[in-house]
Structures are given as C-alpha cells and as structure tokens.
C-alpha cells in the first residue's frame, strides 16, 4: 500500500523561530510530485509548496523550504520566522503516479507569540 | 484567492431532503474530484472525474451522486444521508488526474440531522 506518515501529530513553535514538520513516504513509483498543504481554523486547503521527484533541488516558497531526500523516501516542510497566521494543520500529500493524491493523518503546528 | 468555488459554504439537511453540492472552476482544469473530511482527519477520497467522465468511485454509498455537466461544474447530489455523513466537503481541481497539482475550494459544511 502507498502510504505517507507524519510522525508529528501536533507540534508547536515561537514566533519568529524556525520549525521542521516530517514525512516519510513509501512508493515503488519513480516518477511522483510531493505536495505540503495548510489547513487554517477556515478548513480551505491551501497548496503551500510542491516537489517533483525526479527534481534534486529543493522547493522553495519564500519562508517555506523542503528537504527532500528520495533515497529515504523523507520530505520535511521547514517554516523560518514563523508567524502567528502560519498555525494549521499541515498535510503532506503525494501522488505516486497513476493514483489521486494520498494524504498522511497530519500535523497541528500551534505558533506562540 | 481560491480559483475553486463551492457553494452552498453550510448546508442543514434532514434526513430525507434531497440537496446538491456545487463546485465551478475557471483555471481550464479538466480533473475534477469530490472529497470529504470529518474533524481531525485528512481528506478522503470520493469521486474523480476527468474529461467529464466519471473515473473514480471510492466506493462511496449510492446516497451520493456526482454529476459533471461540463468540464467547469461538479456537482454532488446527496438523498437520504445519514448523521454520519455530516463532514466537509472538499471540491478540487487540476489540470489531469495523473501527477498533478490538485486545487481545493474553501469546502461546503453539511449537518445531517
């Protein structure tokens, strides 16, 4: 089964700090996209950042990085100088090739100012 | 600004009613796809459609009927639901189903009671 696990089910950072958000993956594809997505208390599913796989370089969304390492099958959402708006809940998604996006359960980030 | 629109944004039924959810995007997208979240939990799956024709159905109960007049509108008809089925529910869109990025709408709040 293709699967994608964050291990972090709620985490919390200081205004203006830098936090990491995990994800690991599993997918026999070699060909995918890998996707992080904000939901705010509003419910919309925002897109914040996407990687391609066959890509080395990792994406970047002005104070939103990834770090992509697909040997490891990890994918980890950095979020520098957070601020207040950034508290959601934060999905990663992928699509494994011939399949719709696959969520993982998620992770609450909480930003204390 | 969602380029995805769903109305109603809540809807009220009992369990006899018969109402639609509607969805309409302009970016061209020709995949089209109908998920629903409860609290807590990320989306799930329901329906696909690309070019208009239906190509996923996570085996979701007849109580829910997609529709796709054409390639902008999405609709999901609901009879007969159940308390259970009260959630959100997510309309997004993307350019084809296979290895790209989806875009959701703000959602439609449903209470069954």
Known sequence: ?113 | DTEVTQTPKHLVMGMTNKKSLKCEQHMGHRAMYWYKQKAKKPPELMFVYSYEKLSINESVPSRFSPECPNSSLLNLHLHALQPEDSALYLCASSQGWRVNTIYFGEGSWLTVV
Do not use: H
């Open chain 1, 1 to 113: 089964a293709q699967t994608v696990t964050q291990s972090q089910p709620e985490m919390s950072v200081q205004e203006a700090e830098t936090v990491t958000l995990s994800c690991t993956y599993d997918t026999s594809e070699s060909d995918y996209y890998l996707f992080w997505y904000k939901q705010p208390p509003s419910r919309q599913m925002i897109l914040v950042i996407r990687q391609e796989a066959y890509k080395q370089q990792n994406a970047t969304e002005n104070r939103f990085s990834v770090n992509f390492q697909k040997a490891a099958k990890s994918f980890s959402l950095k979020i520098s100088d957070s601020q207040l708006g950034d508290a959601a809940m934060y999905f990663c998604a992928y699509i494994p090739g011939n399949t719709p996006l696959v969520f993982g359960k998620g992770t609450r980030l909480s930003v204390i100012a």
